[in-house]
């Protein structure tokens, strides 16, 4: 199966601040996850696939999910340290690709 031509990177944020002791890391996860829908012209009732790995708090992804209010057809918690968000592109691209999900959201945040 090839992926090519079936999923497309739609929108992007960096937040803006390097050191964020006053926001919690799900306020963090929440605030890029706005950021890159608007930069893709997307709200989060687009949004059928979540991918998000062990920086979420509670139980990660599924506690993230809820507090987005996210309702979803697919959930994607891989978890391979520093370079899971680069491990949840790939992943997003065959879960569209399969049509296990049309919109993924992947989020990656945290606090030094």
């Known amino acids: 199966m090839t992926i090519r031509g079936k999923a497309y ?31 893709a012209g997307l709200s989060k ?14 139980l990660g992804p599924l506690s993230m999910a809820d507090y987005l209010g996210l309702k979803l057809r697919h959930v994607d918690t891989t978890d391979t340290g520093g370079s899971s968000y680069v491990v949840h592109v790939a992943h997003a691209a065959e879960a569209i690709a399969l049509g296990k ?12």
């Open 9 to 39: 990177i739609a929108g992007a944020f960096e937040h803006p601040t390097r050191k964020a002791d006053d926001k919690s890391v799900p306020q963090l996860h929440a605030e890029v996850a706005r950021g890159a829908l608007e930069d």
């Open 101 to 112: 999900c049309k919109i993924a959201l992947i989020t990656l945040a945290g606090r030094p």
């Open 45 to 58: 009732n687009d949004v059928d696939g979540y991918f998000c790995a062990g920086d979420a708090p509670g």
